[in-house]
């Protein structure tokens, strides 16, 4: 074994591992198995950047003791991508085989090296989550591009090379990059093609090396020939071909042109006899005379094997669930051979790299001549240096900083995998409270690396950038659809440290309260009354989004025309003002309750249902402006559609951290106010008894709001489903018309699709008149595209699982396509299934599908088979490198990407319960390593948690989507000696909140569980009664 103390490894050192074995990639989180007992052997491995290591094994050990040790030694987490290769007695390159002892394949290991190479090429790069690991991919396109494996044309070929060089010497300089290239040959014809090099490469000034490997393999897994490795054949007649074998199934190639393709779905065994190596399909029903079983002549039966053995890897690898099985021993006979595929799958090296928490771990480049920081991202961003060096100095402590050990002075950074997975080269804003960091003992003195998923818990003050989580402005990163600033802790996959426990929140502005305890009044009233209070400070602050930040950024631009400009405003501005004061009546009233304002005036003032009827009385007064808002909403949209100056004004001002939901959303706040005023005076009415003072003043205002409520019911239901169709709107492409007249949206949400290429992930959207499938995209943008669409007129609907072997599985039966789908969870597949029946009910009533439905549809004249080749194609999964660079700037984190991430689906009726029951207050959050609370003002709406320091901050500092949380209560084995606390956990992420009274954790839980407990539209008829499907 290597002994990092004594000898320490070239590759540890090069790579920034510290001074332990690491982490294996087949057991994750031990060490690396003990060897067995016998004589030491060393065997030496040459890496994918050409240095050499030897690693001590038992001569007993298996070759995952090796691959384990390799691994290690790289901090390499997602190692099953790779794989040790070797030269065999008879002059064969074999893979090690990870389960048989190492002296059984390698005969003389002294005169044997191994090399550590790529063994797994996945058909989208952004699948690694780790830049490590695409990092060591790069190479391993480069040095099949130097032995000319990897085949392309003479741009192509230029193109990965400039993006090489960036990688290596950084920004062009003509003088350098010419010399490098005369240094240094990357392509069997660099000669010819050294202008087209020195042109591309003066394009990337700017580009990191993790954003140069990023595109490097962006263009390379395009590529006919990428990732794969010949293997001479001959057909019956004898006609000299290669097979080879990928992701989706076995290749036949003639030369370097790939002639024919046999997908995984269609194969139904692959054997091999002799010299012949023997594919038999599936029986087309399509095509009587199809040939069951083909036929290949290898060079030996040693060949036949070998592929064999690599195809039932592959197959294994990207197309199971789990690692198979191992099948029990004959007793007596044995026949056929015994291998099997040993390690994870890929879903399975997904889902922990998702759901398992790490310390990054940074790495050197060995060939790159720029400083590389492995926090870098890997994605395209667009420059910008607001406040970096300002920012870098004064979060030193908190992010990236230097932590000194017993190893010197070692840089501690933070990874962790998620919904921000592709996020913004570094990059910090000039305020302090745009930095993510780490957990704490105490944050404040030593903080310490964290390693919570973003995933799950974005960081930073809510603003809208124009990144997908992927890329967009240099330093910023999507949260919950806004930008944050990446701090030096954080990893270029979006992974952060959670909001909760950033530095940044514990700095003297911050009120730590580990054992206060304030002294409120005990009547249950005065909470309602309070929730009030809360609740009208965060909506005056929503208005002054429109009345104070908006009309700022429309002033300015005058992009917006003048009856558009007075018809918002004229209607906001006496809503806010009335509001202004409403909100100065009710702080006193709750100031002479508590007895803090009270001493030297009479009377009783326990007790708000006079000021809320009041309130109520002269917002009837202003109904005929509430009216407005809806038709502000719908003049606005209309003027974006015409003024392209005014649709990049409203998109930029979604950018502005001030803005932390979609813009159109702040247009409805208005009316779901009326909505909050009649919960909390139904709770009122139904506190009093009826002789109290109070009751006769509450029950007039409830009867009031109820009344304007039922008056503008209708406008509302139909807003929210307009608003929801524009914000749905920005998160596809694809689709022009998506707010088509007496279209309604029911429910979205991730389900896994049945294609040629086995479950894929696929993001389903149901209307009222069809069914669309999408893929999330490579672009800037972070946009799903649009693959299929599904009318529902005529649709029929069954499960599938005994048919197809899938657990929940159901199968859409359209009128010229058919498509199986796999739903998450039996509760999953139950709403889905009852939405899509309900709508396909209402649809038959119609009139039938649309022309623009059946013109839109993917599907007219193919196979279901066929269609699922063709719209699957990796290549339409995700946008060009061209039509990258013309997206345009868009949120990152919506609630799509939250249920992608989480595979969980939402329906309209969760999205108008999420907005209607917004909730704000004071709340203690528990320190993860301590006994301590911190105060935080937290607001609830549209499925997050926002995190302030107090209710008078402009924008949030964090937010936590709680799609996919459980809220409980937590055991008495939890520790958690404090009242009102209840716990919020999803996998392994927990947070523990106190509330400050029964009521208010009796509300918190009531509102949290309405957006943690998704609905059917048929199960949740009672707030939208009558629906208007």
Known sequence: MVEPEERPSVAGQRLGAPESLGISTLEPGQRPPTMPPGRQISIRVQMLDDTQEVFEVSQRAPGKALFDLVCSHLNLVEGDYFGLEFQDQRKMIVWLDLLKPILKQIRRPKNIILRFVVKFFPPDHTQLLEELTRYLFALQIKHDLACGRLTCNESSAALLVAHIVQSEIGDFDEVQCKQHLLNNKYIPEQDTLMDKIIGYHRKHVGQTPAESDYQLLEIARRLEMYGVRLHPAKDREGTRLSLAVAHSGVLVFQGHTKINAFNWSKVRKLSFKRKRFLIKLRPDLNQSNCQDTLEFMMGSRDCCKVFWKICVEYHAFFRLFEEPKPKPKPVLFTRGSSFRFSGRTQRQVIDYVKDTEFKKVPFERKHSKIQSNSNLSPFPSRQSAEGQGEMLQRNASASGHQADS?????????????????????????????????????????????????????????????????????????????????????????????????????????????????????????????????????????????????????????????????????????????????????????????????????????????????NIQGLKLLSSHLQKHSESLLELEQSCRSSRRLEVLCRDFELQKVCYLPLNIFFLRPL???????????????????????????????????????????????????????????????????????????????????????????????????VMYTSRGLTASNQFKVHGQLPLYGMTIRESEDEWGVPYSFTLFGQRQSVVVAASSASEMEKWIEDIRMAIELADKSNGPTTEILSSSFSDSKSPEDCSADQESEDDLSSSRSSLERQTPHRGNT??????????????????????????????????????????????????????????????????????YSITIPSESENIHKDYVFKLHFKSHVYYFRSESEYTFERWMEVIRSATCSSSVLRSSSRKDPLVY
């Open 672 to 770: 779901h106010r009326l909505l909050h005023y009649k919960q909390i005076l139904e709770r009122l009415c139904k506190h009093y008894p009826p002789t109290h003072d109070d009751f006769r003043d509450s029950r007039a205002a409830l009867a009031d709001v109820s009344e304007l409520v039922l008056q503008l019911h209708t406008t509302l239901m139909k807003m929210e489903n307009f608003q929801k169709l524009l914000e749905l709107k920005k998160d596809l492409v694809g689709i022009d018309s998506l707010a088509a007249p007496g279209r309604e949206f029911i429910r979205l949400g991730c389900l896994s699709k049945l294609s040629g290429k086995g479950l894929q992930q696929r993001m389903f959207f149901l209307f009222s008149d069809v």
């Open 895 to 964: 609630t799509v990407h939250v249920c992608w991430h989480r595979s969980t689906s939402v329906s309209m009726v969760d999205f108008s319960v999420a907005l209607e029951n917004q909730l704000s207050g004071n709340l203690l959050r528990k320190f993860k390593n301590s006994n301590g609370w911190q105060k935080l003002w937290v607001v609830f709406t549209n499925f997050s948690l926002f995190f302030y320091k107090t209710h008078q901050d402009e924008y949030p500092l964090a937010s936590l989507p709680l799609l996919g």
């Open 406 to 614: 017993p190893l010197g002075r070692t840089q501690v950074t933070v990874e962790n995998p998620a919904l921000q997975r592709y996020t913004g080269s570094l990059n910090s804003q000039t305020n302090g409270c745009r930095n993510g960091t780490s957990d704490e003992a105490d944050a404040r003195l030593k903080p310490s690396p964290s390693k919570q998923q973003a995933e799950h818990l974005s960081t930073g003050p809510v603003s809208r950038s124009p990144q997908h989580s992927e890329s967009p402005s240099a330093g910023q990163m999507m949260v919950n659809g806004q930008k944050q600033s990446l701090s030096v802790g954080q990893s270029p996959d979006g992974r952060q440290p959670s909001p909760l426990t950033s530095p940044l929140l514990y700095d003297a502005g911050f009120i730590r309260a580990d054992d206060e305890d304030e002294r409120f009044p005990t009547d249950k009233a005065y909470f309602i009354a309070k929730e009030l209070l809360t609740t009208e400070r965060t909506y005056l602050k929503d208005l002054e989004v429109i009345t104070v930040s908006f009309q700022k950024a429309v002033l300015k631009d005058e992009a917006m025309p003048d009856s558009l400009r007075n018809l918002i405003f004229a209607n906001f501005e006496p809503v806010y003002k009335f509001h202004e004061t409403f909100l100065k009546d009710v702080e006193q009233r709750l100031a002479q309750w508590e007895g803090r304002s009270n001493a030297h005036i009479k009377g009783d003032y326990q007790r708000v249902g006079d000021v809320m009827l009041k």
